[in-house]
């Protein structure tokens, strides 16, 4: 696992979501290094995987991700 979004999804929020606290994106960066080669490949990862998670907070699964090429 490269990064998790711990929230609700736009698109699940309802009104008793007022009051809760802000989604969080984590990025596990020792993961990230572990499977990278040169820095390049370090800020494409955190580029994809920063990208899929705020995808996770607009509501979007991973099958879509997956189609879209952000899998």
Partial sequence: MLGIHE???????????????????TIYSESLLEICDTEADVVEEVTITVIHE??????IDDDRLHELGWG
């Fill in 54 to 59: 705020l995808a996770h907070h607009f509501g």
């Fill in 7 to 25: 929230g609700v999804a736009l698109t699940e929020r309802d009104s008793l979501y007022a009051g809760a606290l802000p989604d969080t994106i």
